[in-house]
């Protein structure tokens, strides 16, 4: 452990689906220093999203410059005191690039696309237990959600992948790979590794074995000679190499940004939390056992720390637009010139007029799995103005969350989930949406138990920061959980009474259903 004089820093890689971060935290595991960057959205085609991923690289290291020069500004000598840099990332999306020149072969294809629909059709098609086929062994649906289906479709569609794969020249990985190749050497000898929770994001890692699942691989034709070595959460990686700033600096913690969020919320067995970005994310820690999901959720890793650590598994709901849709209400419709408006627009009405919003721009995930499904708004009429659709953009975030956690207490039953002193199931939250008093609200009232925000909201990026301090000695398991980073809480308590809840969320439930079977239509 560090002298308690000396000056100790821990720092984070936050890359995410619509930007980039770098997080500069002191040895209590408070921020320092930070800087952020958005990079390009590309939609080549309807339902198709994309990021390039050379663009990613330049913005994780202007964001680790900037971050320090920050530090520096504020006399902390971050340069001589960092122990340690940590990753997190947005999952799913995947990379394909060249071992030989270090380019990636075809842009990053981003975790909502929906481009290989038809790939997931014709496994379901051909394989003996349809969508569920490999469930068992890596608790995951066919669905265009994971990386799998889209390493298919690049090694179908892109004849500069079919080659390099061919000519043992194809690397593959999901961002964390990509980004951890690159910071340890790239062609002059990057580490080509993948963490356990993003791992088990791709469909092709065995649950129990943490290990590639030969079954799986020789059953969709893909080679384990692509692949990178899977690790723990918590380990040394490598080193940064020059070229990059803080070269010298070890690699020491990796984890998807869910996983991460998890573990900076320090969710232990039975512990849920809510993480609001573009989309939403809401992760059970289940324990040392995997569980299998009845509800349409999906059986993933939380976290291992350690390469000898016992591996604590979660029960997963992800839905795809969450903070998207405040986007697309500014970029789109230009209804709010900034995300922040929302919150004033939807609190000019006491509700939302009988308006229900479903986002499913690129179908549904947790726990429908419909990717028929389309987004609409409905129950508008001579009345509705601009305030009820943005008080219902706001509602459908809360009432997604309530479908997954409505399924995880199916799934998990009473013994599955730790309550309060008060006999109350508490929801941790945290994410940039959660600055939107209103929307926490709302969301404690549609749920009917309280929601928890932390003094510090960005616990994805803290998350991955505690994983590499823990791998350099910086901190212990021990001072992490006891609550390194206990602070003042925000909780929202519910406001609605039950019958009025009941009949909201039948409301939802009848919008839901409408929203099925619409894909063609932009045929």
Same mark, same amino acid.
């Given at each position: 452990?560090?002298?308690?004089?000396?000056?100790?820093?821990?720092?984070?890689?936050?890359?995410?689906?619509?930007?980039?971060?770098?997080?500069?935290?002191?040895?209590?595991?408070?921020? !320092?220093?930070?800087?952020?960057?958005?990079?390009?959205?590309?939609?080549?085609?309807?339902?198709?999203?994309?990021?390039?991923?050379?663009?990613?690289?330049?913005?994780?290291?202007?964001?680790?410059?900037?971050?320090?020069?920050?530090?520096?500004?504020?006399?902390?000598?971050?340069?001589?005191?960092l122990?340690?840099?940590?990753i997190?990332?947005?999952?799913?999306?995947?990379?394909?690039?060249?071992?030989?020149?270090?380019?990636? *072969?075809?842009?990053?294809?981003?975790?909502?696309?929906?481009?290989?629909?038809?790939?997931?059709?014709?496994?379901?098609?051909?394989?003996?237990?349809?969508?569920?086929?490999?469930?068992?062994?890596?608790?995951?649906?066919?669905?265009?959600?994971?990386s799998?289906?889209?390493?298919?479709?690049?090694?179908?569609?892109?004849?500069?992948?079919?080659?390099? !794969?061919?000519?043992?020249?194809?690397?593959?990985?999901?961002?964390?790979?990509?980004?951890?190749?690159?910071?340890?050497?790239?062609?002059?000898?990057?580490?080509?590794?993948?963490?356990? &929770?993003?791992?088990?994001?791709?469909?092709?890692?065995?649950?129990?074995? *943490?290990?590639?699942?030969?079954?799986?691989?020789?059953?969709?034709?893909?080679?384990?000679?692509?692949?990178?070595?899977?690790?723990?959460?918590?380990?040394?990686i490598?080193?940064?190499?020059?070229?990059?700033?803080?070269?010298?600096?070890?690699?020491?913690?990796?984890?998807?940004?869910?996983?991460?969020a998890?573990?900076?919320?320090?969710?232990?067995?039975?512990?849920?939390? @809510?993480?609001?970005g573009?989309?939403?994310?809401?992760?059970?820690?289940?324990g040392?056992?995997?569980?299998?999901?009845?509800h349409?959720?999906? &059986?993933?890793?939380?976290?291992?720390?350690?390469?000898?650590?016992?591996?604590?598994?979660?029960?997963?709901?992800s839905?795809?637009?969450?903070?998207?849709?405040?986007?697309w209400?500014?970029?789109?419709?230009?209804?709010?010139?900034?995300?922040?408006?929302?919150?004033?627009?939807?609190?000019?009405?006491?509700?939302?007029?009988?308006?229900?919003? !479903?986002?499913? /721009?690129?179908? *549904?995930?947790?726990?429908?799995w419909?990717?028929?499904?389309?987004?609409?708004?409905?129950?508008?009429?001579? /009345?509705?103005?601009?305030?009820?659709?943005?008080?219902?953009?706001?509602? @459908?975030?809360?009432?997604?969350?309530?479908?997954?956690?409505? @399924?995880?207490?199916?799934?998990?039953?009473?013994a599955?989930?730790?309550?309060?002193?008060?006999?109350?199931?508490?929801l941790?939250?945290?994410?940039?949406?959660?600055?939107?008093?209103?929307?926490?609200?709302?969301?404690?009232?549609?749920?009917?138990?309280?929601?928890?925000?932390p003094?510090?909201?960005?616990?994805?990026?803290?998350?991955?920061?505690?994983?590499?301090?823990?791998?350099?000695?910086?901190?212990?398991?021990?001072?992490?959980?006891?609550?390194?980073?206990?602070?003042?809480?925000?909780?929202?308590?519910?406001?609605?009474?039950?019958?009025?809840?009941?009949?909201r969320?039948?409301?939802?439930?009848?919008?839901?259903?409408?929203?099925?079977?619409?894909?063609?239509?932009?045929?």
């Amino acid at each position: 452990m560090a002298g308690e004089g000396e000056e100790v820093y821990v720092a984070a890689i936050d890359q995410g689906t619509t930007s980039t971060r770098f997080i500069i935290y002191d040895r209590h595991a408070k921020p !320092v220093a930070s800087h952020q960057l958005e990079f390009k959205q590309h939609y080549p085609e309807a339902g198709w999203v994309e990021h390039d991923p050379m663009e990613i690289i330049e913005t994780v290291k202007v964001c680790m410059k900037e971050a320090v020069d920050k530090a520096k500004d504020r006399k902390c000598n971050v340069v001589a005191g960092l122990k340690a840099i940590g990753i997190t990332n947005q999952r799913e999306t995947t990379v394909m690039w060249s071992r030989s020149t270090g380019l990636p *072969l075809y842009n990053a294809i981003v975790w909502m696309d929906v481009r290989t629909s038809p790939v997931c059709r014709r496994l379901e098609s051909e394989l003996s237990g349809g969508r569920t086929h490999f469930v068992e062994t890596c608790g995951l649906p066919i669905s265009t959600y994971f990386s799998a289906l889209k390493l298919l479709w690049l090694m179908e569609n892109v004849d500069a992948v079919k080659d390099a !794969v061919r000519t043992g020249d194809a690397l593959f990985g999901t961002i964390d790979t990509w980004l951890i190749w690159n910071l340890t050497g790239g062609v002059a000898g990057g580490q080509h590794v993948t963490d356990c &929770s993003n791992a088990s994001r791709t469909m092709l890692m065995n649950l129990k074995t *943490l290990d590639w699942d030969k079954p799986t691989l020789d059953a969709l034709g893909i080679s384990a000679a692509i692949l990178p070595k899977i690790i723990s959460n918590s380990e040394k990686i490598g080193v940064v190499v020059n070229g990059f700033p803080l070269a010298g600096v070890p690699i020491s913690g990796c984890l998807g940004d869910q996983h991460a969020a998890m573990l900076g919320q320090l969710c232990q067995k039975g512990e849920a939390k @809510s993480t609001y970005g573009t989309g939403a994310f809401i992760l059970l820690n289940t324990g040392e056992e995997p569980t299998e999901s009845s509800h349409g959720l999906l &059986s993933t890793i939380a976290y291992k720390l350690g390469p000898t650590a016992p591996t604590n598994y979660a029960l997963e709901g992800s839905i795809a637009i969450a903070g998207a849709a405040v986007q697309w209400l500014r970029d789109s419709l230009g209804i709010i010139q900034t995300a922040a408006e929302i919150e004033k627009l939807a609190e000019t009405v006491p509700d939302s007029g009988g308006i229900y919003f !479903v986002p499913a /721009f690129n179908g *549904l995930f947790a726990p429908w799995w419909r990717d028929d499904a389309r987004g609409i708004c409905i129950g508008i009429t001579r /009345f509705t103005n601009k305030g009820h659709i943005a008080r219902a953009v706001l509602e @459908s975030m809360c009432f997604q969350v309530n479908d997954v956690l409505s @399924s995880m207490h199916k799934d998990a039953g009473d013994a599955g989930e730790v309550k309060s002193a008060e006999g109350e199931f508490l929801l941790r939250v945290d994410g940039g949406a959660t600055v939107n008093n209103l929307l926490m609200q709302i969301q404690a009232d549609l749920l009917g138990s309280p929601v928890v925000r932390p003094a510090d909201i960005e616990t994805t990026a803290l998350g991955a920061a505690y994983a590499a301090g823990l791998a350099a000695g910086v901190w212990t398991k021990e001072q992490v959980f006891a609550g390194l980073h206990k602070e003042n809480t925000t909780v929202f308590r519910p406001k609605l009474d039950e019958a009025h809840r009941k009949k909201r969320a039948d409301s939802w439930y009848k919008a839901v259903s409408r929203s099925f079977d619409l894909a063609d239509l932009s045929l």
